[in-house]
Every structure is written in C-alpha cells, then in structure tokens.
T-cell receptor, first 111, second 113 residues
Framework: DSGVTQTPKHLITATGQRVTLRCSPRSGDLSVYWYQQSLDQGLQFLIQYYNGEERAKGNILERFSAQQFPDLHSELNLSSLELGDSALYFC??????????FGPGTRLTVL | DQQVKQNSPSLSVQEGRISILNCDYT??????FLWYKKYPAEGPTFLISISSIKDKNEDGRFTVFLNKSAKHLSLHIVPSQPGDSAVYFCAATPETSGSRLTFGEGTQLTVNP
C-alpha cells in the first residue's frame, strides 16, 4: 500500500459526459501528479501540482483540468468525454522533487 | 519521440536465475532514473532509483546499473522469484525539475518455477 488513495476505482460513462477523479496523496506529500495509461500507450504525464499551485503540464487535453485543494487532495476533471479517453488514470505523490508513489488508479470506460 | 525505450516487451527466466531488464534514453537532461514494478489492476510500485552521479545502486536482490555515456540503464534481479513476475517500467526525470516522469513502454517479466 503506497498510501496514495484514488476514487472511484472504476467509472463507466457515456461520450460527451463529464467526470471527476479524486486523489488523496500520502500524508506529508505536497506534490501530486496525474498520469494516463491508455491501452496502446505507456504512462503519460498529464499535470503536476505542488502545494496548491500548478507546477508542470504535460500532454493534457484542453478538455481536462485539475486542481489541488488546501488539504492537498487533488481532482482531475475530464469533460466532453470521447471513446479515446478510456484509460487508467493514476495519481502519484511525492514530498517535493523526489520519488513518486502511485495510487491504485481509476479505470475509466467511455461507451 | 520516445525518450525512454525498453526494447524488450517481454522476458522469461527460470526461478533462481538472474533477470536483466534494459532501458535506453535519449534525453541528456535526464539525471535521475527509477524502476517501477506493476501488477495487473494495481498502480506502479517504486522499486529502486539511481542518480546520474552514481553508476550502481543496490537494494537487496535488485541492482540498477547506469552507463551515462551509452545512455543505458539496466535492472538486475538476483535470484529471480515467481513473485517478481510483473511489468517493469523504467522512468527518467531531470533531477532539477523533479516533476514529470518519462516512462518506457514496460517489459513483462515472467519467472517460471
């Protein structure tokens, strides 16, 4: 158990819908990262927050957004969902700039 | 542009023997390298890391070797155990940024009893 929690575990929704994925980092970790793992691709970095502020952005679509709240939990919002958004979404956390520890992931299925 | 490559999608070894997983990178800004293990339906689990100031780091049965001139790293598992069967991902980051990890495609290791 990495100490990073993600909810929900599974999510099934329809195209055009909007969903929110939630992540609670390990106690004391200030950085939260979001990654996407599609069937045909490896783990792709989406976005990083550090202590409530956006720190780095990767291959994140404009339809996707994230935020980190004062209690350090983070949410990833995915809107206008398309079939191709079906993937595993992982959250990771770290104290600052060191090793990232991953949560169990949320499996999103868009029908 | 795949900056971190794991050229072997799969590797099969006998229990008790050595497993060697390889990883190549192209970005010379990468300074810190990590290996993660992933079981189905679980998140990646951190295994071992190495900074570019070292060429070897050891933790129990796991050793990571870094050859900076060749932009190559490898993970050695000795002795291999059936419970080591998983997908292994190599990841890299510029240490100064400490942000995004760039992952390889992963290698499925199967350790046969």
């Amino acid at each position: 158990d990495s100490g990073v929690t993600q909810t929900p575990k599974h999510l099934i929704t329809a195209t055009g819908q909007r969903v929110t994925l939630r992540c609670s980092p390990r106690s004391g970790d200030l950085s939260v990262y979001w990654y996407q793992q599609s069937l045909d691709q490896g783990l792709q970095f989406l976005i990083q927050y550090y202590n409530g502020e956006e720190r780095a952005k990767g291959n994140i679509l404009e339809r996707f957004s994230a935020q980190q709240f004062p209690d350090l939990h983070s949410e990833l919002n995915l809107s206008s969902l398309e079939l191709g958004d079906s993937a595993l979404y992982f959250c990771a956390s770290s104290i600052s700039t060191d090793t990232q520890y991953f949560g169990p992931g949320t499996r999103l299925t868009v029908l | 542009d795949q900056q971190v490559k794991q050229n072997s999608p799969s590797l099969s070894v006998q229990e008790g023997r050595i497993s060697i997983l390889n990883c190549d990178y192209t970005n010379s800004m990468f300074d810190y390298f990590l290996w993660y293990k992933k079981y189905p339906a679980e998140g990646p689990t951190f295994l071992i890391s190495i900074s570019s100031i070292k060429d070897k780091n050891e933790d129990g049965r796991f050793t990571v070797f870094l050859n900076k001139s060749a932009k190559h790293l490898s993970l050695h598992i000795v002795p291999s155990q059936p419970g080591d069967s998983a997908v292994y991902f190599c990841a890299a980051t510029p240490e100064t940024s400490g942000s995004r990890l760039t992952f390889g495609e992963g290698t499925q290791l199967t350790v046969n009893p």
